[in-house]
C-alpha cells in the first residue's frame, strides 16, 4: 500500500482556496527553497498519481498545484509576486497550453513570459500548440510576432507528418516554404507521404510541393509511401508525380558505372529477395529499376538500393568507385564493401545477414 504522504500547509491553503495565507507564504519566502545564492520555487507539495497500475507520488511548487488543482487567483497572485519562472527554459507557459489556458497563457505574456526565438524553441512550441489547437492559436502566434519564415520549416514537417492540416495551414500562410527539409528526414510530404496521409499529400501538392525532392536515403514521397506499407497513397502519389524514364536512368546508371546485369535485375526481378529460415533477417526488397535514387554520405555520391525489409533497416549502397555493393547503418557509421553484384545476387541472404551483424569479407 502506497503511504500518503504528508501535505505542507502550502499544499493545504491551496487546497483551500485560502488566497491570503498563500499570500503570507509568498512573502515570507516560505515557499521558496535557498541553498546558498540560488533560489527557486520549493517543490514540496505531492500528489499521488497512478502509473502503470502502481500509486507514485510526484511534487511540484505552488504554482504547479495550484495550477492543477484550478486555484487561478492563487496562480495569479503568485506571479504577481515573481515566484513563478516566465522565461524560455521554464516549462510554465507550456503547462498553461497543454491545458488549453489561453486566458492565462495572456497573463503570463503581460508579465513578462516570453518564449525563445531559436528554431528549437519555435519547434517546441508549434508541437505543444498542434495538440490543442484552436482558434486561439493563431492569435497567440501573431502576438509572438516569431521568425516563422526562417525557423518555421522543422514543425511544417512534424505537423505534415502528424497530419495537423490546421498548423500546417497556418505555417504555410506564415511563409514557410511548403519544401522545407528537416535534418536529412525529408520535405513536409514526405513525412506525410510516410505516414500514409494521402489528404494532406494532395493538398501539399496544391500548395506546390515537389514530390521528387528526396531524402537523406533516397527515398521521394512515392517510395517513402510504399516502404512504409501505404499503398493507396503510394499509388496516388504515382498518379500525380513527374515520370522517370528508363532513358533518364539509364543515363543516372551510367554515370554510376553499374553492370547491365545489376540493370537488367532491377528491371526485370524478383526485386523482394527472401532468405532461408533461421537466417537474422527474412526478407529484402530492392527498388524497381526507376525508383533507384541517388543520396550522399561522406561527401560521396551513391544509389540506394533498398526499398523495404524486415524489422530492421537496412540500407545497400552501389559505389560507383569500388564498383560494389556497400552496406551502410547510418546510426553507428558502419560504411563497408559487401561485395561485387554478380556474387552478391547469387547469395544476397549470406551477405545481408552478415552486414547486419557488421561481418565482412
Known amino acids: 500500500m502506497h503511504k500518503k504522504p504528508s501535505m505542507p ?12 495565507a498563500v499570500r503570507r507564504m509568498a512573502e515570507d ?22 502509473l502503470d497500475q502502481k500509486e507514485m507520488t510526484i511534487y511540484s511548487d505552488a504554482f504547479g ?30 503547462m498553461a497550453i497543454r491545458g488549453k489556458n489561453f486566458a492565462l497563457l495572456d497573463y503570463m505574456l503581460d508579465h513578462g513570459g516570453q518564449f525563445g526565438r531559436e528554431e528549437r524553441d519555435i519547434t517546441r512550441l508549434l508541437l505543444n500548440l498542434s ?26 514537417c512534424h505537423a505534415a507528418s502528424d497530419n495537423h492540416r490546421a498548423v500546417v495551414t497556418y505555417l504555410l500562410g506564415a511563409g514557410v516554404d511548403v519544401n522545407s527539409q528537416n535534418d536529412g528526414q525529408g520535405t513536409p510530404v514526405l513525412r ?49 508525380e513527374p515520370t522517370v524514364t528508363e532513358a533518364e536512368q539509364d543515363s543516372l546508371f551510367e554515370r554510376y558505372h ?16 527472401e532468405f532461408p529460415e533461421g537466417e537474422y533477417l527474412g526478407w529484402v526488397r530492392l527498388f524497381a529499376y526507376t525508383d533507384v535514387a541517388e543520396i550522399c554520405y561522406r561527401g560521396q555520391r551513391l544509389l540506394s538500393l533498398v526499398e523495404d525489409s524486415e524489422d530492421y ?20 557509421d558502419v560504411f563497408h564493401a559487401v561485395a561485387a553484384w554478380e556474387k552478391f545476387i547469387r547469395n544476397p541472404g549470406y551477405y545481408i545477414n552478415r552486414a547486419v551483424m557488421w561481418e565482412f569479407d
Open 131 to 156: 495538440d490543442v489547437w484552436d482558434e486561439n492559436c493563431p492569435a497567440l502566434l501573431d502576438r509572438l510576432d516569431l521568425p516563422l519564415r526562417e525557423l518555421g520549416g522543422t514543425a511544417l
Open 258 to 273: 553499374v553492370p547491365a546485369a545489376m540493370g537488367d535485375y532491377l528491371k526485370t526481378g524478383p526485386l523482394l529477395l
Open 192 to 240: 506525410a507521404a510516410a505516414e500514409g496521409h494521402r489528404e494532406m499529400v494532395d493538398f501539399l501538392v496544391k500548395q506546390g510541393a515537389d514530390l521528387t525532392i528526396k531524402n537523406e536515403y533516397g527515398y521521394r514521397p512515392y517510395t517513402a509511401a510504399r516502404a512504409s506499407g501505404h499503398m493507396e497513397t503510394a499509388r496516388f502519389i504515382q498518379s500525380i
Open 29 to 50: 519566502g516560505s515557499l521558496l527553497f535557498k541553498k546558498g545564492k540560488v533560489v527557486t520555487p520549493r517543490r514540496n507539495i505531492p500528489t499521488v498519481v497512478e
Open 9 to 20: 500547509p502550502a499544499g493545504e491553503a491551496i487546497l483551500a482556496g485560502d488566497l491570503e
Open 313 to 332: 533497416v537496412v540500407t545497400l549502397l552501389w559505389e560507383p568507385k569500388s564498383k560494389k555493393v556497400w552496406f551502410l547503418d547510418m546510426e553507428h
Open 65 to 94: 498545484f495550484a495550477l492543477n488543482h484550478g486555484q487561478m487567483e492563487i496562480v495569479k497572485m503568485l506571479i504577481d509576486h515573481g515566484l513563478v519562472d516566465l522565461s524560455p527554459k521554464s516549462d510554465a507557459l507550456y
